[in-house]
């Protein structure tokens, strides 16, 4: 999966918990500023979500012309581990038994790994990790050629260390935090302490819609005081 992909998950993942806090809003200035923040949020996976849509188009047709042979990212696969190795397995490639050991072409770095398989019916197919989870011993690691699949074999460093995630960016977008609120709490602390988080991580133009929207709330509290003397 590659980083634009990762992104636009985290995006819709944002989304969505956008979304299920605004209805618990009862604040007007407080549902319209998660409101703002999901535009904002839904412009940028929309922008994502063309680019990959392009960028998908040219790697379908003539990506990385190599020789006369253009080249096609893979971006299906599948992964599992023992104690001793991480395996990568390509099984969306057909007619694999038309082709030999010497045209697979692999490299091996710390935290990173390519495979390229050559002049498969006039293709090469590329597939390119990076930011591994954890590093691999470059020196161990290799590619097997079967006629139904390709696996790549990464030999862990340490033996018997277990892989939650095949990459970093994986486990972070896994592992991402996301506000949670206390059934038992009253829920405009709640909203209040999501907002003073939003305000705190978000940008200058963020910062000034909350203010902006605190500012508001504080004066229409005041004349309600106000009418009520």
Do not use: H
Request: proline fraction near 2%; charged fraction near 35%; hydrophobic fraction near 30%.
């Amino acid at each position: 999966m590659s980083s634009v992909e990762l992104k636009i998950k985290e995006l819709q993942a944002d989304i969505g918990e956008y979304m299920s806090l605004s209805s618990q809003a009862t604040r007007p200035n407080v549902k319209q500023l998660i409101s703002t923040q999901t535009e904002k949020l839904q412009q940028e996976l929309t922008r994502l979500q063309k680019s990959e849509a392009e960028r998908q188009s040219k790697l379908s047709t003539n990506n990385n012309q190599v020789s006369g042979v253009y080249t096609k990212k893979i971006d299906t696969y599948g992964w599992d581990q023992s104690d001793k190795f991480v395996k990568i397995y390509i099984t969306c490639l057909k007619d694999l038994n038309t082709i030999k050991d010497s045209d697979l072409e692999t490299q091996f770095d710390e935290r990173s790994f390519e495979i390229t398989i050559k002049n498969l019916k006039n293709f090469n197919y590329n597939l390119k990790i990076a930011n591994l989870l954890n590093p691999i011993d470059l020196t161990s690691s290799y590619a097997k050629l079967k006629s139904d699949m390709v696996t790549v074999f990464l030999k862990k460093k340490k033996t018997g260390e277990n892989w939650s995630y095949l990459t970093e960016k994986e486990m972070k977008l896994k592992e991402k935090p996301t506000p949670k609120f206390d059934e038992n709490a009253d829920p405009q602390e709640g909203l209040m302490s999501l907002m003073k988080k939003m305000y705190e991580e978000g940008d200058d133009e963020m910062k000034r819609t909350i203010s902006k929207a605190f500012t508001e709330s504080r004066e229409k509290q005041m004349k309600g005081t106000d009418m009520d003397v």
